[in-house]
């Protein structure tokens, strides 16, 4: 069994039928649609791009038999700002539609789902603060007897997974930092993601969403327990040997279907990797990084730092990810030469060559308008017990009282490219 034929059982085991992916399903949007009410508000991301899609979208929904409530609603900017939460809740709100269905990549779609959160629970809160953590939109719905609308969420960039998963990002830009809603009540309750789509996205957005597909598959797999061990393993190894072996092809020939549906199921299992087990480094980072990078590049940029720092703790990880690195060119040394420490320098620069291969960069260094505020504003925000579970992830698990000890250092090395200021706890 091929990588590709791997993912799609993986898939389809996921979400049992309440999920149409691969190429040439859009049109599955309205059937859902038509499941869950007669009544459908339309929330889109904008771009030229979209806009063919979005049209198919909502034919499909009239030939379903459903209504279009009012204009499309305009989905949000990038890393889901809370202004476009408050916006977007309003016209739920306005419109009281039946379902939503929420088209765009993982900021549209995150903002639809806090959105839908304020506008079904304002009764216990319309405060989006409230619902940061884990579990606290279960617990509001718990304690009011209120439901959320229900809420179709199709993905059009192969990037966060969104429209699988429990998560929702959004981010305040008068401080530059994102926060982070956890909770199963918020997972789309149908989802379509017709890879055909990604053709005419824009290179940047395609290497953003790669990456971001691998950070999810290999911060859940370094920091997985071992009763989740052999499953977070066939899950992450899949995605990131899609990635690395297609990204090249998918920049160079953007319509090549082939390599863009191998980036989609490598996506979408970084999506099920994250309903499997937790991110941690990178993905705390990067939300501190929100006004200098986007998120895929914050990922890739700091997961090779992170890597040597958790070497000693992920030794039967780093062999799996060795493997793929070293099949696909991007690592020289022989692993049977290598302790601990020194396999996870090989995966680290392995994963460093990857990124430079595409134009990614390789150290905080190399962003326009970084620094050093930027590592006082990730070291405070990893105090905060909002995040605390990014922490608690790691497979060096680390407190508050430790982050400028041992945090610190890692992104002072991240700072540079300078992998020698990494310091090892207990060593």
Same mark, same amino acid.
């Given at each position: 069994?091929?990588?590709?034929?791997?993912?799609?059982k993986?898939?389809?085991?996921?979400?049992?039928?309440?999920?149409?992916? &691969?190429?040439?399903?859009?049109?599955?949007?309205?059937?859902?649609?038509?499941?869950?009410?007669?009544?459908?508000m339309?929330?889109?991301?904008?771009?030229?791009?979209?806009?063919?899609?979005?049209?198919?979208?909502?034919?499909?929904?009239?030939?379903?038999?459903?209504?279009v409530? &009012?204009?499309?609603?305009?989905?949000?900017?990038?890393?889901?700002?809370?202004?476009?939460?408050?916006?977007?809740?309003?016209?739920?709100?306005?419109?009281?539609?039946?379902?939503?269905?929420?088209?765009?990549?993982?900021?549209?779609?995150?903002?639809?789902?806090a959105?839908?959160?304020?506008?079904?629970?304002?009764?216990?809160?319309?405060?989006?603060?409230?619902?940061?953590?884990?579990?606290?939109?279960?617990?509001?719905?718990?304690?009011?007897?209120?439901?959320?609308?229900?809420?179709?969420?199709?993905?059009?960039?192969?990037?966060?997974?969104?429209?699988?998963?429990?998560?929702?990002?959004?981010?305040?830009?008068?401080?530059?930092?994102?926060?982070?809603?956890?909770?199963?009540?918020?997972?789309?309750?149908?989802?379509v993601?017709?890879? %055909?789509?990604?053709?005419? *996205?824009?290179?940047?957005?395609? @290497?953003?969403?790669?990456?971001?597909? @691998?950070?999810?598959?290999?911060?859940v797999?370094?920091?997985?327990?071992?009763?989740?061990?052999?499953?977070?393993?066939?899950?992450?190894?899949?995605?990131?040997?899609?990635?690395?072996?297609?990204?090249?092809?998918?920049?160079?020939?953007?319509?090549?279907?082939?390599?863009?549906?191998?980036?989609?199921?490598?996506?979408?299992?970084?999506?099920?990797?994250?309903?499997?087990?937790?991110?941690?480094?990178?993905?705390?980072?990067?939300?501190?990084?929100?006004?200098?990078?986007?998120?895929?590049?914050?990922? *890739?940029?700091?997961?090779?730092?992170?890597?040597?720092?958790?070497?000693?703790?992920?030794?039967?990880?780093?062999?799996?990810?060795?493997?793929?690195f070293?099949?696909?060119?991007?690592?020289?040394?022989?692993?049977?030469?290598?302790?601990?420490?020194?396999?996870?320098?090989?995966?680290?620069?392995?994963?460093?060559?990857?990124?430079? %291969?595409?134009?990614?960069?390789?150290?905080?260094?190399?962003?326009?308008?970084?620094?050093?505020?930027? @590592?006082?504003?990730?070291?405070?925000?990893?105090?905060?017990?909002?995040?605390?579970?990014?922490?608690?992830?790691m497979?060096?698990?680390?407190?508050?009282?430790?982050?400028?000890?041992?945090?610190?250092? @890692?992104?002072? *090395?991240?700072?540079?490219?300078?992998?020698?200021?990494?310091?090892?706890?207990?060593?």
């Amino acid at each position: 069994m091929n990588a590709k034929e791997k993912a799609r059982k993986l898939l389809e085991g996921f979400k049992d039928g309440n999920y149409a992916f &691969g190429l040439g399903v859009l049109k599955k949007a309205g059937v859902f649609a038509s499941e869950l009410g007669k009544k459908v508000m339309v929330i889109a991301a904008e771009g030229d791009w979209l806009e063919p899609s979005v049209a198919k979208i909502v034919a499909s929904i009239e030939e379903a038999g459903a209504e279009v409530v &009012g204009e499309i609603v305009t989905g949000a900017l990038p890393n889901a700002p809370r202004e476009d939460v408050y916006r977007i809740e309003s016209s739920i709100l306005h419109y009281q539609p039946d379902c939503l269905i929420a088209v765009g990549g993982g900021s549209t779609i995150d903002a639809v789902k806090a959105a839908n959160v304020l506008a079904s629970l304002g009764k216990y809160s319309n405060d989006i603060e409230t619902y940061f953590g884990t579990g606290q939109v279960t617990a509001a719905m718990e304690k009011t007897g209120s439901q959320l609308i229900p809420l179709i969420a199709v993905q059009t960039a192969a990037s966060s997974a969104a429209h699988l998963t429990k998560y929702s990002n959004v981010t305040d830009p008068e401080a530059g930092q994102k926060k982070l809603i956890v909770d199963e009540a918020i997972i789309p309750l149908k989802a379509v993601f017709d890879y %055909s789509i990604t053709t005419s *996205a824009p290179a940047s957005l395609t @290497i953003d969403g790669a990456f971001d597909g @691998i950070a999810h598959s290999l911060e859940v797999f370094y920091g997985i327990s071992d009763n989740n061990y052999d499953k977070a393993k066939e899950i992450a190894a899949t995605c990131i040997e899609l990635v690395v072996n297609n990204i090249q092809e998918a920049i160079k020939n953007p319509e090549n279907q082939e390599a863009r549906e191998a980036l989609g199921l490598a996506t979408d299992l970084g999506g099920y990797a994250i309903m499997v087990g937790g991110t941690n480094g990178g993905h705390l980072t990067s939300f501190s990084l929100v006004d200098v990078t986007s998120h895929g590049r914050a990922c *890739a940029i700091m997961n090779p730092y992170y890597t040597v720092f958790f070497a000693p703790a992920i030794e039967k990880q780093l062999s799996v990810i060795y493997n793929i690195f070293k099949e696909a060119g991007f690592i020289e040394e022989d692993n049977k030469q290598l302790n601990e420490k020194e396999l996870g320098r090989a995966v680290a620069e392995g994963m460093i060559k990857l990124s430079a %291969s595409v134009g990614f960069p390789t150290k905080l260094e190399d962003l326009a308008g970084f620094s050093d505020k930027y @590592i006082t504003r990730a070291l405070e925000a990893a105090k905060n017990p909002q995040l605390d579970m990014k922490l608690k992830n790691m497979p060096v698990p680390l407190n508050a009282s430790l982050i400028d000890d041992y945090m610190g250092p @890692i992104l002072e *090395a991240a700072k540079t490219g300078d992998f020698d200021k990494i310091v090892i706890l207990g060593q």
